[in-house]
């Protein structure tokens, strides 16, 4: 299986520690966010990965020729963002897949198996797939619900839930081929496909999942991943 790493972001939500580092190196325990991804990848049976990498690429690609803790038989190779291409327009950076092509966001870390999610998008014929795994949301204030000024209900601080992007996605190569010239953002690409009637499948899963965005996700994440 073939695989994209997006990892070429500013991190500017995970300040201080992306004033410094690329965000792909910041340290879960004591290995870099990167390094623990493309691990479960190689566990999950890819065998190719292209990084997507711009903000302080030099040093991503200085520490792993120096670590070498890419996993045996996992080629990785690094693709150059000249510019910020978003979370969908780096793909196009990506050498043309002729098979599925399992894309990763760079700052999320989840025991997902692979082969149920590409099982499962194979099953329902899908051009795009987005793993999914319920959230809730707790809210603190009463919620009105109203139409033309008349309320016909409250709700006290409600919990919301909801599916939640995962940050992986398993693409077929025509939904690659709708990628617009220049950046685009993940959101827009899924409303193209929708519009040009390309099936977009959601794998819901209980797989353990952190996303890295914050200093205080970060700090959930190294306190134990999967800990909910």
């Known amino acids: 299986m073939r695989a994209a790493v997006l990892a070429g972001g500013l991190g500017t939500r995970l300040r201080p520690y992306t004033t410094i580092l690329p965000k792909p190196l910041v340290p879960v325990g004591d290995r870099p966010i990167l390094e623990l991804t493309l691990a479960w990848l190689a566990r999950g049976g890819v065998s190719l990965v292209d990084v ?60 997902l198996d692979l082969a149920d999610m590409l099982g499962f998008h194979r099953s329902v014929d899908a051009a795009l797939t987005i793993a999914t795994r319920r959230s809730r949301v707790a809210t603190d204030l009463g919620v009105i619900e109203h139409e033309a000024g008349i309320v016909h209900a409250y709700r006290e601080k409600p919990v919301l839930e909801y ?39 959601a794998f819901e899963t209980d797989a353990r999942w952190r996303h890295i965005g914050t200093p205080e996700q970060h700090a959930e994440a190294t306190l134990g991943l999967g800990d909910d």
């Open 52 to 111: 997507c990498i711009g903000h302080l690429g030099e040093l991503i690609q200085t520490y792993f020729s120096q670590a070498q803790t890419i996993p045996a038989g996992l080629e990785v190779r690094w693709q150059w963002e000249n510019e910020q291409m978003g979370t969908a327009g780096a793909l196009a950076l990506v050498p043309e897949p002729t098979e599925t092509l399992l894309v990763v966001n760079g700052d999320i870390l989840t025991d």
């Open 163 to 201: 599916s939640a992007s995962m940050g992986v996605y398993l693409y077929e190569p025509a939904a690659l081929k709708r990628l617009p010239q220049g950046p685009c953002q993940f959101p827009d690409l899924v409303g193209k496909l929708l519009e040009c009637g390309d099936r977009v499948a």
